[in-house]
């Protein structure tokens, strides 16, 4: 598989896994196996980075960073509904 072709599909399963888990939660089985889909597509991606003596961290770079945005969304809005109304303490 190209560089190319491997760069569209991290960018698409990542998108897949993002709506997923906005969807389903993150603990949902179905989240799971397209985050365990998205590690194979970044560990090939990242084997034939490194076989060609070139390596682009931007690409993880921008998946780590989009993910943990949307990893923070989800974790904080359900929290955040337990919270007392107008309190300025956390429990």
Known sequence: MRI?????AINDKRAEM?????????????TIVCSQELDRLLNDYRRL???QGRFTSTL???DLLTFIHHL????????????????NRFY
């Open 49 to 51: 980075t490194a076989s």
């Open 60 to 62: 993880f770079q921008e």
């Open 4 to 8: 190319v072709d491997l760069e569209e």
């Open 18 to 30: 993002i709506e997923i888990g906005m969807e389903k939660g993150l603990s949902c089985e179905e």
């Open 72 to 87: 923070q969304k989800l974790i904080v809005r359900p929290y955040s509904l337990f919270l007392p109304y107008k309190s």
